[in-house]
Structures are given as C-alpha cells and as structure tokens.
C-alpha cells in the first residue's frame, strides 16, 4: 500500500504555514488540521487509487485521520474514516478478519489490504511527512501537538 502527499505550490496565501513571522510552535490542533500545509494525497493499492480527485487536502488532517483509522484497524475505539473539510466526501473502512476494506464516496473503487500493511503505510505516511515539513519548517517540530503525533509513529523530531 502506498500514501503519498504532494504539496501545493498553487493555493496562494490559502496555507498559513507561509505567513511571514508566524511560528508554527504554537499553531493549534485544530488551525494545522483546517489551514496549514494543503495539497493532494495519493492512497493506492496494487494499481488501484481511492486518494481524493481534488487538491488542497490540509496534510494534517490526513495524518489525524489516518492515525485514527490506524486505531481502528487494531480494533480500537476509534472511526473508520478519512473524512475531508469543505464537503462531505468520505474513504470508508471495514474490518474483515485480518483485512482492511477501503472504499471512496467518490469513486467506485475499493482496496483491500492487510491490517498490518495498512499500519505500516500509514505509520511510515506520518513518519516521512512530519520528517519533511519539520524539516523546512523548524519551529513546527516544538509544536505540542506535532510533538504529540510524532511521538505515536516513533519518530524523535530531535533528530530532525
């Protein structure tokens, strides 16, 4: 399984995180999931993609999302959805046994995966785009609630 998150270059002044002299440490939960870091994300599995069709997808969001899902698919208490702001398009998940069903209100497609697959993707999804933006933008990495989720996928921001 693949997820991937290709920046927007094109949204203008849409994603705060360009906000000359604001520092990303103490942006909340909330604001990183609704207007920072937008672009389009790409989930795929043996040829087939179920990613949403449009851009400017808030990269935190996803991740949030994504964490849940991951909860979810361990059989914890938490949804089984990738929802999106701004409309009402969802990626539905759906335990059977040892696999994940992954289908899109917006295409008639679905996936299926192993749960362990699906945790994998979406732990390594997490780890490598928190990586990257924490990268470039390097008071992000002492946000509370970046910290938070980093620290869920095993990734020391020490080291970025």
Known sequence: MQITFTPSEDYGPHGRERVDGKSL????????RWYYFLGTVEISHSGVEVGPPWGWVPLFDVMYNMQQVMIFARGGDARGRIDFTENDEVIEFSLEGDLLRVTPTYFD???VVTVDDFILAG????????????SEYRTLAENTHVRKLAQEVSLDLSRI
Do not use: G, P
């Open 25 to 32: 440490a103490a942006v909340s939960k909330a604001d990183l």
């Open 123 to 134: 732990s390594n999804f997490i780890r490598s785009e928190l990586s990257r933006i924490t």
């Open 109 to 111: 497609a679905e996936l």
